[in-house]
C-alpha cells in the first residue's frame, strides 16, 4: 500500500475476496449469499465493492434505499438488487431499475400493487419482510391472509422470497430470544407457503446470524458487516481482515509550553511541555467530537497519540510527545493494525456507525 500524502480511505478488495470466502465457508454451499452494500458499502465504495462481489459469484445485492440502488445499476450490476426499506416516492424507479422492493406492511403492499398494475407488470419480484422481535420493520405474523387475499386479486407481483431480521444475533446472552425469533419465522414461512400455494425461497441471517445460528439459514444468507471484515466477536475478528484502512498526515508540528491550550474551547490545558501534531481531518470527515480529549488514539510510526483536546470540522490535534516523527508522515486512524471496532468503541459506539460515517469528503483508493 502507497504511503499517503493526504487523508485517505483505502479498500483491499483481496481482504473483501478474504472475507467472503471465509464467510461462504459457514455456509452449506447450496445456500445463496446477497451482500449487503447499503450506505456506500459500510463506508467504502459500494460500487467497486459490487463489481468485486459479483465476479466473486454473489446471488443477490441488499441496499437500503432506491437510490442505492440506481446507482448499482448504473455501475453495471446485474444481478438482483432487494431495497430494504423503499419509500412509495421511489416505487417507478424501482420497476424501472429492476430493484425488487421489501414489501413490509399492508400500506407499502398496497401501493406497490397499485404501481405494478399501472406498469402493466406481471409476476414482478417482491420480498415480503416480518417481523419476529426486532419491531422496526415488518409485517405481523397476523397479517398473513390480508397478504395472501390482496395478492391473489392481481398477478402483477409475485413473491420471490419471505425473510425477517434478527435483533440481537451477536449477543449470546440473547440466544433464548433469537431461537424463539427463529421459531416465529420458520411458523411464519410453514404458513405463507401454504396458503400461497408456492414456496418462495427464505432467509433470516445477518453476519452474526451466520457465525452463531447455522440452524437459521434457509435459503440465502444476508451479510454486510463480516465482508468488510468485522464479525461483533475477537475470535471471529481475528479470522476476517478489515477491507478499509483509514489513514491522514502530519500537517504541523507544535511545541506546547506548560500553561498553553490547544484547539477551541480551549478544552485542552498544558500542564508540562508537549508537541502535537495537526492533521486534515476531522468530524466532517467522520471522526466525530466524541473521540475527542483523550477518548481515541491514532497511530503515529505504531506508537499511540492520543487525541487532544476538541476535534475541529476539518482538523485533528494529537500528542505525539516523544515519537520520532516529521511534518508529512503518515498517520493511521484505524485500519488492521487498530481495528475500527476498537476505535469506535473509545467512545462507546459500534464499528458500523464510525465505518458509515467517513464522510465522501475523503478519498478512497482501491487496492486489489
Ligand atoms: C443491514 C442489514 C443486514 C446486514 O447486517 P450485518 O450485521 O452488517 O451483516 C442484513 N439484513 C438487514 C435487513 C439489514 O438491514
Not at 75 to 84: D, E, F, N, Q, S
Request: aromatic share 10%; hydrophobic share 40%.
Amino acid at each position: 500500500m502507497a504511503i499517503a500524502r493526504e487523508t485517505v480511505l483505502e479498500i483491499d478488495l483481496r481482504a473483501l475476496e478474504h472475507n467472503y470466502h471465509y464467510l461462504r465457508s459457514k455456509l452449506k454451499s447450496e445456500t445463496k449469499f446477497l451482500a449487503v452494500v447499503k450506505a456506500f458499502a459500510y463506508g467504502s465504495d459500494a460500487e467497486k465493492i459490487a463489481q468485486k462481489m459479483q465476479g466473486l459469484g454473489v446471488d443477490y445485492f441488499g441496499v437500503a434505499y432506491a437510490k442505492e440502488g440506481v446507482a448499482l445499476r448504473n455501475a453495471g450490476i446485474t444481478k438482483p438488487i432487494l431495497v430494504l426499506h423503499p419509500q412509495p416516492v421511489n416505487f417507478d424507479t424501482l420497476i424501472e431499475r429492476c430493484l425488487e422492493p421489501s414489501i413490509y406492511s399492508p400500506n407499502i403492499l398496497k401501493q406497490f400493487l397499485n404501481i405494478a398494475k399501472k406498469h402493466n407488470q406481471k409476476d414482478y419480484p417482491i420480498h415480503l419482510k416480518f417481523n419476529t422481535g426486532l419491531n422496526r420493520l415488518g409485517f405481523w405474523e397476523n397479517d398473513v391472509d390480508f397478504i395472501i387475499a390482496k395478492l391473489k386479486e392481481s398477478n402483477a407481483v409475485k413473491v420471490a422470497s419471505v425473510f425477517s431480521h434478527l435483533a440481537a444475533s451477536e449477543d449470546l446472552s440473547e440466544e433464548e430470544f433469537t431461537r424463539k425469533q427463529i421459531n416465529t419465522f420458520q411458523k411464519i414461512v410453514t404458513e405463507v407457503d401454504k396458503k400461497l400455494g408456492y414456496s418462495p425461497f427464505k432467509h433470516l441471517l445477518n453476519t452474526s446470524g451466520i457465525i452463531n445460528y447455522a440452524q437459521g439459514q434457509y435459503d440465502m444468507v444476508r451479510s454486510g458487516i463480516g465482508l468488510y471484515g468485522y464479525g461483533n466477536d475477537t475470535i471471529i475478528d481475528s479470522q476476517l481482515k478489515p477491507i478499509a484502512t483509514l489513514k491522514t498526515i502530519i500537517s504541523q508540528i507544535h511545541k506546547i509550553e506548560p500553561g498553553e491550550s490547544v484547539g477551541y474551547n480551549r478544552a485542552y490545558s498544558s500542564t508540562d511541555y508537549r508537541t502535537t501534531a495537526t492533521l486534515p481531518i476531522g468530524h466532517a470527515d467522520g471522526i466525530g467530537r466524541q473521540y475527542g480529549n483523550g477518548k481515541a488514539y491514532f497511530l503515529v510510526h505504531g506508537k499511540k497519540a492520543p487525541i487532544i483536546g476538541n476535534v475541529c470540522m476539518d482538523m485533528t490535534m494529537i500528542d505525539i510527545t516523544g515519537i520520532d516523527c516529521k511534518e508529512g508522515d503518515e498517520v493511521l486512524v484505524f485500519g488492521p493494525e487498530l481495528s475500527a471496532h476498537q476505535f469506535a468503541g473509545s467512545a462507546n459506539t459500534i464499528s458500523y456507525e464510525l465505518l458509515t460515517g467517513i464522510s465522501q469528503r475523503v478519498r478512497r483508493e482501491l487496492v486489489d
